[in-house]
């Protein structure tokens, strides 16, 4: 089936005791055994079943099963944040030790986590200096556990050349792990270009209405974890903590998702509320149809600043001259995503006015909601970086960062118009009082 469909079917048929149509919110902590045998065998790993609501919960199973069908994914793990499903992504590779080789156009808790919290608890994240293959193949070696890559980065809007930073990391045998939350299934599936495992906030355009946290783990299956015994022992060898299970034996093309279940949702928690799957999965219904109005109304935004005398710059991956308008193409088909930066002329101070300016455009740190957003990375998302990282994660003083929303384009591009002018006003008095 395709994506339209998939979003509002895939992963639940209507309930058989009630013949709910909805997926019920199933808020419950605990489900009861048949006998001893039956709760013995469920926490084997053997029975399919439910046990406890912190491993698996059957409103948030749904919701796993659908984000694994949206990415053509052998199974997925929902929890409670974004931020959640890149810790256990990283950590379920890596927790012998090792590290991680990343491109630096990141999301900036990201790049906190990759580069002061990891670590500290034995995980190095590695970054290049740039999202070009070649750079990213120069900081791999023998303890290197994954590459990883936003496929479209956030907030800088570069385009990740997926299926080269597969066949790099495959050369290496380490797994390519995509964050894919800016881009969404709707607009790229990273798995048909070889990435092994996809991460995402749920949070963002998945979601899609500003209210709910949450993210997922997908895996493709394909990663030959047995092949690579010795860079992977936890897959490969009995795990004391399950009483000897060898999770690729066990499982075969969903070991790293089974593992990150039993191993890390099982014991650190992060767990996504029943209550949250359910608004998650309401969102997902119409995120084909929201992504395409996102895209269609950040086209327009975007091609109104370009022509606007009061404008620096603006990076927006879908212009015909923006050094990633191939890979739009080849990855995208040609639809670049509703976030993207643009600069106003006056720098730091035009670009502080401007966005005190904004009237419906929300000032905030959030992306694909509804609403258009705005935000102020140097003074935000990207304040704890130095200003070099900053640069590398495409991050100026004056940037100022747009997630499109799907209002009427021309309300959205009326109010950016007046805080330009708003802008330029102060701009004006500043000038004449000096
Ligand atoms: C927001 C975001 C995250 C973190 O997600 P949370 O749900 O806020 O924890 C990770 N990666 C990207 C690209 C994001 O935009």
Redesign the pocket.
């Known amino acids: 089936m395709r994506n339209e469909t998939i979003a509002i079917h895939a992963g639940y048929d209507p309930d058989p005791t009630t013949k709910a149509v909805a997926v019920p919110i199933y808020q419950t902590v605990a489900y009861a055994f048949d006998s001893a045998d039956h709760g013995a065998a469920l926490f084997n790993l053997e029975a399919d079943g439910f046990r406890y609501s912190r491993i698996a919960n059957p409103t948030t199973t749904v919701l796993e099963k659908r984000i694994a069908e949206l990415e053509g994914g052998v199974g997925a793990l929902a929890v409670a944040?974004?931020?959640?499903a890149?810790h256990f992504a990283f950590v379920n590779l890596a927790d012998d030790g090792g590290n991680i080789v990343s491109v630096p156009q990141l999301?900036g808790?990201?790049h906190t986590l990759l580069g002061h919290v990891l670590p500290r608890q034995g995980i190095t994240g590695r970054f290049a200096d740039s999202d070009q293959p070649d750079a990213i193949e120069r900081l791999i070696d023998h303890n290197t556990k994954a590459v990883f890559a936003?496929t479209i980065g956030?907030p800088a809007g570069n385009v990740c050349d997926i299926e080269a930073l597969a066949e790099v990391a495959h050369r290496n045998g380490v797994p390519l792990i995509v964050?894919n939350?800016?881009a969404t299934p709707m607009l790229l599936k990273p798995f048909d270009y070889g990435a092994d495992i996809a991460v995402h906030?749920?949070?963002?355009f998945l979601g899609g209405h500003g209210t709910t946290?949450?993210?997922a783990i997908v895996d493709s299956g394909r990663f030959p974890w047995a092949e690579q015994a010795l860079r992977f022992p936890g897959f490969n060898q009995p795990d004391p903590s399950y009483h000897g299970l060898v999770y690729a034996e066990r499982f075969g093309p969903k070991a790293y998702i089974e593992r990150a279940r039993s191993v890390y949702q099982r014991t650190m928690g992060s767990v996504l509320s029943p209550f949250n799957a359910f608004l998650l999965l309401q969102g997902i219904e119409t995120v084909a149809l929201r992504i395409e109005r996102h895209v269609e109304n950040a086209r327009k935004v975007a091609e109104f600043l370009r022509n606007d005398a009061r404008v620096a710059w603006v990076n927006y991956a879908g212009f015909p001259d923006s050094p990633y308008h191939a890979l739009v193409q080849k990855y995208l088909n040609g639809n670049a995503s509703s976030l993207f930066t643009f600069g106003i002329k006056g720098g730091l101070e035009a670009g502080k006015a401007f966005y005190d300016g904004l009237k419906l455009v929300t000032r905030l740190v959030n992306?694909g909601d509804a609403k258009s957003l705005a935000c102020h990375p140097a003074s935000t998302t990207h304040r704890q970086m130095s200003v070099e990282q900053q640069c590398l994660a495409g991050v100026l003083p004056e940037t100022i960062r747009l997630s499109i929303g799907i209002e009427h384009v021309s309300d959205i591009i009326e109010d950016i118009d007046q805080a330009l002018a708003a802008a330029c006003a102060q701009q004006a008095r500043l000038d004449a009082a000096e």
Do not use: F, H
Request: aromatic share 4%; charged share 15%; no cysteine.
């Open positions: 944040t974004g931020q959640a890149l999301y808790t990201t936003e956030n964050d939350t800016v906030s749920l949070t963002k946290l949450g993210g992306i």
